[in-house]
């Protein structure tokens, strides 16, 4: 099993897990990405999770920023595809599953309250690629599928999140298991229910 990190000497959790090797990643530069597909190597890949992500301020319009939203929109929808295309060979190898990690913040019919541009219309982008690549990897019986992992106490999401990164990451991994082709270009809840876009 592989994990990425930016600063793998950082990543201390993830360093501990049995049986991982942490590879440095940053999802927003072709040659880090590039680094990370000859590391692996041509082994097939089965489970490919694309959860690298940053926040934005729930900004208005007043207060949208312009830069931060092109850096957020880098890493949370171009770096899914930068990596999903450099892993191309190992997934078409196994036959394997890719899963974007989104947000119901990327929901358009799901969106009450506003605010957050740059996150929404990053996670929004997200979803849109993965159902992209769904439709140019089918014929590869390679499955790219968006999931939502819920509002987890994460760094990101803060301590007032509802649920645990173990909780959120448990109904994911279930998930992983369950889903496969028929699924794939379809956007889920952790808990299995399909999300509005």
């Given at each position: 099993m592989h994990g990425t990190a930016r600063s793998p000497k950082d990543a201390k959790?993830?360093?501990?897990?049995?049986?991982?090797?942490?590879?440095?990643?940053?999802v927003r530069d072709d040659a880090s990405v590039d680094a990370l597909a000859r590391a692996l190597g041509p082994s097939g890949i089965d489970v490919l999770?694309?959860?690298?992500?940053?926040?934005?301020?729930?900004?208005s319009l007043a207060k949208f920023d312009p830069k931060l939203a092109l850096d957020v929109f880098d890493t949370n929808a171009v770096g899914p595809v930068r990596v999903t295309r450099a892993l191309l060979p190992q997934l078409r190898a196994a036959q394997g599953k890719v899963f974007h990690v989104s947000s119901g913040m990327g929901s358009i019919g799901d969106n009450q309250m506003g605010g957050a541009y740059?996150?929404?219309?990053?996670?929004?982008?997200?979803?849109?690629?993965?159902?992209?690549?769904?439709?140019?990897?089918?014929?590869?019986?390679?499955?790219?599928?968006?999931?939502?992992?819920?509002w987890v106490q994460t760094d990101m999401g803060g301590a007032g999140a509802t649920i645990t990164a173990q909780e959120s990451a448990s109904q994911l991994i279930a998930l992983f298991d369950?889903?496969?082709?028929?699924?794939?270009?379809?956007?889920?809840?952790?808990?299995?229910?399909?999300?509005?876009?």
């Open positions: 959790e993830l360093g501990a897990l049995k049986g991982v090797t942490v590879h440095a990643l940053d999770v694309n959860n690298a992500g940053i926040a934005s301020p729930w900004e740059a996150y929404r219309m990053s996670k929004a982008a997200l979803n849109m690629a993965g159902r992209t690549l769904a439709i140019e990897l089918a014929k590869e019986k390679v499955a790219s599928i968006v999931v939502e992992p819920g369950r889903l496969g082709m028929e699924s794939t270009g379809k956007f889920f809840r952790r808990s299995g229910e399909v999300f509005p876009w």
